[in-house]
């Protein structure tokens, strides 16, 4: 009996074109009509503060005559004589303190308030947590006519710097609880324990390990409050009186004292902001990496 030998087919060789990912069809350079949504939001956000900077620059009869255009010549009249004038340095001493003040108050006891709620466990932990989440719902002015009796009547710190920090630090509270609430609860619990067992208390281990490793988050939280200080107005104009007033009410009784003066007008309110806004933009890299670390955790 012979035996037909059984040849197997060959495999089709015919070359397949490879399937592209979809990702290759996604533009290189992103979305243009992103980018220029992020441009229109950028000039109707920096177009005033870039105008009033170079208004400084111009005369009255410059603004009168070609409001848009760029100095010519540069005037540095406006900018010497807001430098030269001591109200001015008054002004930024008093936001300065009060500013201060506030950071320090929210730094420390928002992490003395954000540790328990983060690292004990104890029956009314997220309840408790949900009334300094509440509390973002409650501006200042809410509760202005109360702060005021409050501080000027029952505290007796009416016109005074601790009188404006203390409210301001209370509402700034609730977000700081907020944000470093999860850089708490993400450190393990493994070096906690460790940290017990090499005989350290809860209370070393807040000050020695937590801390520094908090670092991001209370630098985050104290840029936020710093800021929202230097920029309070309704508070301080119910409070503050006379020598004691900050720069936001500086710029107002300057603007009503010298409306006839747009350019130093102008002059006055660029050097204003430019601390708080040069402040914000340096740590700005921080504040994004803080904020990221609490989304995360």
């Known amino acids: 009996m012979s035996v037909v030998p059984v040849v197997a087919p060959q495999a089709a060789t015919t070359d397949r074109p490879e399937r592209k990912g979809r990702g290759t069809n996604v533009m290189q350079g992103g979305n243009p009509l992103v980018y220029a949504i992020a441009l229109v939001v950028v000039a109707l956000t920096l177009g005033p503060v870039i105008y009033g900077v170079l208004g400084g620059f111009r005369t009255n009869a410059q603004l009168a005559d070609k409001p848009a255009a760029l100095p010519d010549p540069w005037v540095l009249t406006n900018y010497a004589g807001v430098l030269s004038n001591p109200a001015f340095w008054r002004y930024a001493l008093n936001s300065t303190a009060i500013a201060v003040l506030t950071t320090l108050i929210v730094v420390v006891f928002g992490i003395m308030a954000a540790y328990p709620l983060a690292r004990y466990q104890f029956r009314w932990r997220e ?164 904020l990221q670390g609490a989304v995360k955790g």
């Open 127 to 290: 309840p408790l947590f949900m009334v300094f989440v509440l509390g973002l719902l409650f501006p200042a002015t809410v509760a202005i006519i109360p702060l005021f009796i409050l501080v000027t009547r029952d505290l007796q710190l009416g016109n005074t710097w601790w009188g404006v920090a203390l409210p301001q630090a209370a509402f700034a509270l609730p977000v700081t609880v907020v944000i470093l609430r999860p850089f708490l609860m993400a450190l393990p619990k493994e070096l906690e324990e460790a940290a017990l067992l090499d005989g350290a208390s809860r209370i070393g281990f807040f000050w020695r390990i937590l801390l520094p490793l908090s670092a991001p988050g209370m630098v985050t939280v104290g840029v936020l409050a710093f800021v929202g200080s230097w920029n309070a107005y309704l508070l301080p104009l119910l409070l503050l009186q006379g020598d004691m007033r900050t720069l936001p009410l500086g710029v107002a009784d300057f603007s009503s004292e010298h409306s006839s003066d747009t350019a130093g007008v102008f002059a006055f309110t660029a050097l204003a902001m430019i601390p708080a806004l040069v402040f914000f933009l340096a740590m700005q890299r921080r504040i994004v990496n803080g």
